[in-house]
């Protein structure tokens, strides 16, 4: 079993939907958890950042953790087909203050295509 | 903030023949990554440097990888005897010594005929 499971998808919705992306992981000790947008052929960007559990907000971006359930979510509101893209979920062990911190797993990526 | 460079983008290079990975990591940043990703995958983490002390190797790395910061500034990353399942894309990333965001480069692409 992979320490960090994500459904790949492909996931189809109409433009404006709210997406929904999920991330599970069986590894208690996560502390802190990303969201990276990847477009074909290109790096991951960072989209959001979280430490431990709650929510945070930007723009049209949304993130939960919920240490209890191991599970986090992204939440994409009013989505646009520039929003088509992977969607790599990442968490750490550690803070980036310790010499293990910035090791990132990620999970396997969700394709996401917003239809016009 | 020019960001994550890596260079070159894309090579293509014979089995058996020996490839380097240049990485620029953002001009503060103390730490640096490489990791590896294939089709279809997330990445997968290979090893990372605070300055210049190569810090954690994952054992993904055989010893046909090589990696180097000297004087913690760029860093290369050289295979050698390359193989085809060598073929991914080569990842560097970077990050301050306090902070948990990384940012990623734009990859270089390697396929091995």
């Known amino acids: 079993q992979k320490e960090v499971e994500q459904d790949p998808g492909p996931l189809s919705v109409p433009e404006g939907a709210i997406v929904s992306l999920n991330c599970t992981y069986s590894?208690?000790?996560?502390?802190?958890f990303m969201w990276y947008r990847q477009y074909s052929r290109k790096g991951p960007e960072l989209l959001m950042y979280t430490y431990s559990s709650g929510n945070k907000e930007d723009g049209r971006f949304t993130a939960q953790v919920d240490k209890s359930s191991k599970y986090i979510s992204l939440f994409i509101r009013d989505s646009q087909p520039s929003d088509s893209a992977t969607y790599l979920c990442?968490?750490?062990?550690?803070?980036?203050?310790?010499?293990?911190?910035?090791?990132?797993?990620f999970g396997q990526g969700t394709e996401l295509s917003v239809k016009p | 903030d020019t960001g994550v460079s890596q260079d070159p983008r894309h090579k293509i290079t014979k089995r058996g023949q020996n490839v380097t990975f240049r990485c620029d990591p953002i001009s503060e940043h103390n730490r640096l990554y490489w990791y590896r990703q294939t089709l279809g995958q997330g990445p997968e983490f290979l090893t990372y440097f605070q300055n210049e002390a190569q810090l954690e190797k994952s054992r993904l790395l055989s010893d046909r990888f090589s990696a180097e910061r000297p004087k913690g500034s760029f860093s290369t990353l050289e295979i050698q005897r390359t193989e085809q399942g060598d073929s991914a894309m080569y990842l560097c990333a970077s990050s301050s010594l306090s902070g948990n965001t990384i940012y990623f480069g734009e990859g270089s692409w390697l396929t091995v005929v």
């Open positions: 590894n208690s000790a996560f502390q802190y």
């Open positions: 990442a968490m750490s062990l550690f803070s980036g203050l310790y010499n293990q911190g910035g090791k990132l797993i």
